[in-house]
């Protein structure tokens, strides 16, 4: 199991909100990971955007959370991403980008 690493997540009204993730996909979605506690964490009532990625070989699909609005992956300047592979963390998958969802918030 890979270890976490709390990352910055700006939401769209402008509001920077700390979340935790895998440490190892930080870097290829374009995360910035940050000390604990340097912004408050994500409220429970807000759901980061995220995109929907697809492994062409098996047609599993991946929720990859919390990605940048001015990121390429978000704004659909690239087709793939790679990511390590869930099974085998020393691998890695080449998914297809398959739909991309905008934040939620939820009243409370």
Do not use: C
């Not at 690493?5 to 440490?23: C, E, F, I, P, W």
């Not at 912004?39 to 697809?54: D, E, F, G, T």
């Amino acid at each position: 199991m890979t270890a976490a690493a709390y990352v910055q997540y700006v939401s769209d009204n402008g509001t920077t909100y700390q979340r935790k993730t895998l440490a190892d996909l930080v870097t290829p979605l374009g995360l910035t990971s940050e000390a604990l506690g340097a912004h408050v964490m994500l409220p429970r009532s807000i759901h980061p955007r995220y995109i929907l990625a697809k492994d062409p070989a098996t047609g599993r699909e991946h929720k990859l959370r919390g990605i940048a609005v001015g990121n390429t992956h978000w704004t659909g300047a690239t087709a793939t991403i790679t990511v390590p592979d869930p099974s085998d963390r020393t691998s890695t998958l080449t998914l297809d980008i398959a739909g991309h969802f905008g934040e939620k918030r939820y009243a409370r």
